[in-house]
């Protein structure tokens, strides 16, 4: 595996120094609230789009919140379900929705799951859950992103990635984002990096080795009081090239492009307080499909 394949460290991966940047001129719509309303960190003017995405975009660049569902009882109303409407479209495949009917693994590498099946819904499990694990906060710290990469990817590959990354979380870049020297945040503010598998789709899979895509939500920025770098939402597919290694899927290398990405609901946006509040109050997934 070359570096120029894995996670966009190539000369095209279009990374820059700063650490809100973007790849490929990634365009989101979103909601801009007049200018002075509440009494927020969120009640400035709004960076331009660009500047707001970039660090989930980093993270699957190193590897590698939420549409509302406001269609999902559009029409309805009738006694017998059927909605006042009309024709109210296709319906989702039941299948996209099925219990797959297989117990979750058991086994953990660390906080990562781990004893994936050794078939397309194993491969699919293991690839969310790298995508989780390799979007948190733990890969801004070193010792800990170490512990991640080695628990997600290819032995044969971990030592070369990790040079990689070294150069990539540079004390610069971690000063762009908000953070200390060290990864942590500054005093009285929450760093946020998470991200959350929407979707997964196996492109290839034969035997020992199976490409899967996982379409992802992410949220990431600065919570708190006097934050200038307020937590947003973006949307992002990762492509997971994994392989067969001891028993259990590990990453050989993957890629990432933007959306898709829904348009934007009417949500107000919540204040720095209430988002570092919810960050606090609700872990993240330890278990992803």
Known sequence: MSLGDENGYGSGSGRTDDGYSTIGGTRQTRTRLPDGEGGDGYSTPRRP????????????????????????????????GSGGSGNGGSKPDSSSTAATGT???????????????????GAQSAASNFAVALGSVGMFNTDTRRSIVEATH???????????????????????????????APSGLTFVSRTVPVGTKVVKQSGDTATVEVWCTGLVGMAGQGSTKPVTATWFTISEKLKWVGGDWRIESSSQTEGPTPVNGDNRASTADEIAGAVDGYGG???AR
């Open 49 to 80: 789009a660009r500047n707001s995405r970039s660090l989930v975009t980093v993270v699957g660049v190193v590897v590698l919140l939420i549409a509302a569902i406001a269609f999902a009882n559009m029409g309805g109303g009738g006694a017998d």
């Open 103 to 121: 117990k979750p693994v058991t086994g953990k590498n660390g906080s990562i799951p781990t004893g994936f099946a050794h078939d397309e819904q």
């Open 154 to 184: 290819d032995p044969s590959v971990v030592e070369s990635l990790l040079v990689a990354m070294t150069k990539a979380y540079s004390p610069g870049f971690l000063e762009n984002v908000g953070l200390n020297e060290d990864g942590t």
């Open 285 to 287: 997934f330890t278990y």
